[in-house]
Structures are given as structure tokens and as C-alpha cells.
């Protein structure tokens, strides 16, 4: 029998905030929930409030700047915006390994936000395509018809059917389960690259959804520059798929009669 989660919890402060909501990203395909949740943080100078590390975490340190390491963590960031709505960023250098963890560790960070008056949760996440697109569009579903009908009055594209993996969509179920509402947004991506594109997309709806401006110019600069590699990678695939038929014939055996 494997051993339980243990997940620690280290809170730092417990702060109060005008309708406080929490927003969630994690590291995904495409980076697209972690890269809009560090940008949230480093744009309005969130302060963290907690800190939490698990056993479910992988097995690993992250190497830092200095050549000191560190174990994976989440943190839990706020800030009150000034004749609006109060912001908490959720985001961890990396998810739980185990769906023990994942449970465990969801139902921590939302019993400390609804705790800080938190009544609403908003994960970010990708929207896997397999394909490459200059202008993503965001998906999305919330957990009662009236979160739903916020996406969609927003330009939210609503999802039909599928589901969302890991904490990107457990954070919000389980915060129904606590009585909160949630909605999650997913940014369209390939799934092949980090897409900073998919994240200011995911943003841009987000900023709306909350009606608190969020400055993306940072985004948009690293989504140019993502989308040259891309443009490279495809110019590459189109150069391979037009020698290949050459190749076939040079490499096929002769007829010798």
C-alpha cells in the first residue's frame, strides 16, 4: 500500500479584500494557464499569502539563478485592486503526480481562499488543437448555468462536451463541492510549444470577464517572437514534405530484367 499524500500548508497572512476572487494556472500543455498566472502576479505585484508543497509533487529541485536548488511548490498570491474586485493567484512550479495529490492539494487552496471570502473560482488553462493558429480563440464551461452564461456574454467559445484534466479543472469542481462558483478558460494551442499567444488570449477574456485591466504587451512580444519559430517549424515540415517524394525515388531499387 503506497503511502498518503501529505500535503503542508504554510500561511503567511489571511487577507481581506473587496469580492475577492481566486484564479488559477498551472503548468499544461503549452504553458498556457502557468505563463497568464505569472504574468497576473509580476503585473500587479501580488504579494504571497501561502505557500504548500506535497509528496505528490515530483521527484525533483529546481535550480535557481544563484546555484542554489529548491523543492516544487504552489503559492497562493493577493492583492486588493483599488474600487475593484480583489485578485488570488494560484500557481505551482509544477502539478501533483498522483490524483490523491491533486484532490488533496485542490481542496487545501480552496478552503484557504473561501476562507478569505473567496465566492468565485476561475482556473486557466489550454484548449489542445494539435495545430497552429495566429489569433487562438478561448473555450470555456463554468459549474452552474450562470457562470456559463458570463463566458459566453464575453465571447467565450462554450465547450459541449470532453472534460478538462488535472487541477485546471479539479480546482473548480472542487470549489463547487465547497459551495463555490467556477468557470475555467482554455486557451486554443497546438500543445507543441509555449504559447504566450493562447495565455494573452486567455487574459484579454479574463480582463473582461472581471472588468480589471490587464496590460498584455509582454505576451504579446513573446507571442511574436514564438510565433517565428513556428513559422520556421512549418517552413521546415513543408521543405521535408516536398523532398519526400524525390527521396522515394532515389532510394527505390531499380528494375533489372
Do not use: W
Not at 21 to 36: D, M, N, Q
Not at 106 to 114: E, G, L, N
Not at 225 to 254: N, Y
Request: glycine residues 10%; charged residues 25%; positive net charge.
Amino acid at each position: 500500500m503506497s503511502a498518503a499524500t501529505v500535503v503542508k500548508e504554510k500561511i503567511l497572512s489571511v487577507p481581506k479584500g473587496r469580492q475577492p476572487v481566486l484564479v488559477c494556472g498551472l503548468p499544461g500543455s503549452g504553458y498556457v494557464g502557468k505563463l497568464a498566472a505569472d504574468h497576473l502576479v509580476t503585473s500587479f505585484k501580488l504579494k504571497k499569502v501561502a505557500e504548500y508543497t506535497s509528496t505528490a509533487f515530483p521527484p525533483q529541485v529546481s535550480v535557481k539563478e544563484d546555484g542554489t536548488v529548491e523543492p516544487p511548490k504552489g503559492e497562493l498570491f493577493f492583492a486588493s485592486m483599488k474600487g475593484r474586485k480583489s485578485i488570488m493567484v494560484f500557481t505551482a512550479d509544477t502539478q501533483p503526480t498522483t490524483s490523491e495529490g491533486e484532490y488533496e492539494l485542490s481542496d487545501k487552496v480552496v478552503r484557504f481562499a473561501k476562507k478569505c471570502g473567496v465566492k468565485r473560482i476561475y482556473t486557466l488553462a489550454a484548449y489542445i488543437t494539435g495545430s497552429f493558429t495566429k489569433s487562438p480563440r478561448v473555450y470555456g464551461a463554468g459549474t452552474c448555468r450562470e457562470m456559463a452564461d458570463v463566458l459566453s456574454a464575453n465571447g467565450v467559445t462554450l465547450m459541449k462536451d470532453g472534460g478538462i484534466s488535472g487541477m485546471n479543472g479539479l480546482l473548480i469542481g472542487v470549489g463547487a463541492l465547497r459551495g463555490l462558483e467556477g468557470a475555467c478558460l482554455l486557451g486554443e494551442t497546438s500543445g507543441y510549444v509555449v504559447d504566450a499567444a493562447a495565455s494573452k488570449a486567455v487574459l484579454e477574456l479574463l480582463s473582461k470577464v472581471l472588468d480589471i485591466p490587464v496590460d498584455t504587451s509582454r505576451l504579446k512580444e513573446r507571442a511574436e517572437e514564438t510565433q517565428k519559430v513556428i513559422s520556421q517549424l512549418q517552413a521546415m515540415a513543408d521543405q521535408s514534405r516536398e523532398a519526400a517524394p524525390q527521396s522515394s525515388r532515389e532510394q527505390r531499387p531499380g528494375y533489372i530484367g
